[in-house]
């Protein structure tokens, strides 16, 4: 390839590149995020929900269990890091509903995006009531499966007895928004 043609591309290159970045940071982040919280979710997507029924995950002491055993009740579904500080402020909220009435009715299981050795530490400090997994940053990937396009935590997801998601939630949870969902389930 001559030099000639080289430099062309790489030029070119250089311009779609710049011309990316200048969209990216031009668009509303706002818009993209409002988008995504509290979202209803088609009933047909299923598919997701089923790939997260079909992995086995390490629990907070590092014993890998299958998350098909919450098959066929609802569930909600906290995608979480030790160092996000909205997953962190929720935490004590969601061990409450899960120790509530509404808690006897919905399993809440938390998937922590870091490693066990954090994710362990982090769950008997904070003495979380629900069970907390590994995901890794694996989990990541799985989250976004389930709708989470933008990448953010924390993450959330209602899943009914049936199998579909509900709703997904992005960013720190609005209980009263939440206990709202429940009601519908």
């Not at 509303?28 to 929900?49: C, I």
């Not at 061990?95 to 954090?118: F, R, V």
């Not at 590994?134 to 799985?142: A, H, K, N, R, S």
Request: proline share 5%; with cysteine.
């Amino acid at each position: 390839m001559k030099k000639n043609n080289v430099i062309g591309i790489a030029i070119v290159a250089l311009i779609f590149g710049a011309a990316g970045a200048w969209y990216g940071s031009h668009q509303n982040p706002k818009d993209a995020a409002a988008a995504l919280v509290a979202a209803p979710v088609a009933a047909t997507a299923s598919a997701p929900v089923d790939k997260l029924f079909q992995q086995s995950l390490p629990d907070s002491k590092g014993i890998k269990q299958a998350l098909a055993q919450w098959k066929g009740k609802p569930v909600l579904v906290n995608f979480w890091a030790p160092w996000c500080g909205p997953c962190v402020r929720e935490m004590p909220e969601l061990s409450a509903l899960a120790a509530s009435d509404a808690g006897k009715k919905l399993q809440i299981i938390g998937i922590g995006i870091d490693t066990q050795a954090n994710i362990t530490e982090f769950a008997d400090r904070m003495k979380v009531t629900y069970p907390v997994y590994v995901g890794g940053m694996e989990g990541t990937d799985l989250s976004r499966e389930l709708g989470n396009s933008a990448g953010g935590l924390p993450y959330t997801v209602l899943i009914g007895a049936d199998g579909q998601v509900k709703k997904t939630y992005l960013g720190q949870l609005k209980f009263d928004q939440l206990r709202a969902d429940l009601a519908t389930l």
